[in-house]
């Protein structure tokens, strides 16, 4: 069974962050960089992590980190037809 399938059926759901650093030989200038994973919401501790990560071994001091996060397994949506068909 695929691991990503088994994650989103134990709550995990696909996280998108944009991190927004500021350049280490230009301190002047915002760069931005989008990271995306599956991740537990609302703790996210894979995106902590990775943060954790970024500011201990990179250059980039972080400016702003923005999080979106979506759950791709959720139960089906119904919708009502808004007429009658007759068939032969």
């Not at 760069?31 to 990179?58: C, G, H, T, V």
């Amino acid at each position: 069974m695929d691991r990503s399938f088994v994650a989103q059926l134990n709550n995990y759901r696909i996280t998108t962050a944009e991190i927004l650093y500021w350049m280490p030989d230009h301190k002047h200038v915002l760069q931005s960089y989008i990271w995306q994973n599956l991740d537990l919401a609302p703790r996210f501790p894979n995106l902590s992590k990775f943060l954790d990560f970024w500011e201990r071994n990179l250059e980039g001091k972080l400016h702003r980190v923005r999080v979106a996060s979506a759950q791709l397994i959720k139960p089906a949506e119904f919708g009502f037809a808004c007429g009658l068909y007759h068939l032969h």
